[in-house]
C-alpha cells in the first residue's frame, strides 16, 4: 500500500470517529448542554465541528505518514499506532460521557487520561516521523482548553 494510500486510509478512519462522536452529541447540544453553567471563556457551539474535522484530519495524515514506516522500523511503528488507536477511542469515549451520559465529573477523568496518551504519541511518533509527531501538537493544546473547559464545566454545576 502506497503511503498516500496509507494517509488517506488514516484520515478516513479519523473523521469516521469523529463523525460517530458527533452523532452522540447531537440531541445533548439542544436539550442539556445549553442548560449548563459554562465558564466566559466557552466558545461558540458553531466552533467546535469545524476545529474537530481540521483536528481529526492531521491525525490522521500523521498516524498515516507513521504507517508508511511500518516495512523500516515494525516494532515501533505497531507500539506508537497501538497507543495512537487507544487515544483516538478515548477521543470518542469523552463525547459519550459527556454528552451522551450526560456527566461532567466522568468525562473530566477519562480527559485526563486522553491528555496523556495523547502526550504519549506524540512521543513514540518523534523518532519515527518528526512530522507526524508535530501534526499531533495543536491537538494536545485543543485538548489541552477541552480539559479545562470540561473540568470548569464540572466544576460550576457540581
Do not use: H, R
Not at 9 to 29: D, E, K, N, R, W
Not at 49 to 72: D, F, I
Not at 101 to 126: Q, R, S, V, Y
Request: net charge positive.
Amino acid at each position: 500500500m502506497s503511503k498516500s494510500l496509507k494517509i488517506s486510509v488514516a484520515v478516513l478512519i479519523c473523521l469516521a470517529v469523529g463523525y460517530g462522536a458527533g452523532m452522540a452529541t447531537q440531541s445533548s447540544i439542544e436539550t442539556w448542554y445549553p442548560t449548563l453553567i459554562k465558564p466566559v471563556f466557552n466558545p461558540p457551539n458553531w466552533l467546535f465541528a469545524p476545529v474537530w474535522t481540521l483536528l481529526y484530519v492531521m491525525m490522521g495524515v500523521s498516524a498515516g505518514l507513521v504507517w508508511s514506516k511500518m516495512e523500516v522500523i515494525p516494532l515501533l511503528v505497531k507500539k506508537a499506532l497501538w497507543v495512537f488507536a487507544i487515544q483516538l477511542i478515548l477521543n470518542a469515549l469523552w463525547s459519550f460521557l459527556f454528552f451522551g451520559m450526560c456527566n461532567p465529573f466522568l468525562a473530566f477523568i477519562e480527559i485526563l487520561l486522553l491528555w496523556l496518551l495523547i502526550f504519549e504519541t506524540i512521543k513514540l511518533f518523534k523518532p519515527i516521523d518528526p512530522l507526524a509527531s508535530k501534526l499531533l501538537i495543536p491537538y494536545l493544546l485543543w485538548v489541552s482548553f477541552a480539559t479545562l473547559l470540561n473540568g470548569s464545566i464540572w466544576w460550576l454545576n457540581s
